[in-house]
């Protein structure tokens, strides 16, 4: 038997891949710790997806392995040539960019 994603009391996060009308958007939200990443991982592959929006407006807290998920997508879009349009709390694009205070 095999549980779902959602029913796993250890991933507090999400991670998401969702097909909008604008594109395809990464959705991170709440604790985005290595279990949430795991998750996502088993469900959508290791490979970075092509994304044209990265949404984590509502992010609690952004683990390493969240932060190097992030940044896989978006140095896979920079590779390829395409724009992402980038929606992080002030402290999680800190994360990204090194500059934790």
Same mark, same amino acid.
């Given at each position: 038997?095999?549980?779902?994603?959602?029913?796993?009391?250890?991933?507090?996060?999400?991670?998401?891949?969702?097909?909008?009308?604008?594109?395809?958007?990464?959705?991170?939200?709440?604790?985005?710790?290595?279990?949430?990443?795991?998750?996502?991982?088993?469900?959508?592959?290791?490979?970075?997806?092509?994304?044209?929006?990265?949404?984590?407006?509502?992010?609690?807290?952004?683990?390493?392995?969240?932060?190097?998920?992030?940044?896989?997508?978006?140095?896979? *879009?920079?590779? *390829?040539?395409?724009?992402?349009?980038?929606?992080?709390? *002030? *402290?999680?694009?800190?994360?990204?960019?090194?500059?934790?205070?």
């Amino acid at each position: 038997m095999t549980s779902s994603p959602s029913s796993d009391p250890a991933v507090r996060g999400v991670v998401r891949l969702l097909n909008t009308a604008g594109g395809r958007v990464l959705c991170l939200a709440g604790e985005v710790d290595g279990p949430a990443v795991t998750s996502f991982l088993r469900r959508y592959g290791r490979e970075p997806a092509r994304i044209d929006r990265i949404d984590g407006g509502s992010i609690t807290a952004l683990s390493a392995p969240g932060v190097e998920l992030v940044l896989d997508h978006l140095a896979a *879009a920079e590779r *390829a040539g395409r724009p992402v349009t980038v929606d992080l709390p *002030a *402290a999680v694009e800190r994360l990204l960019t090194g500059q934790v205070r």
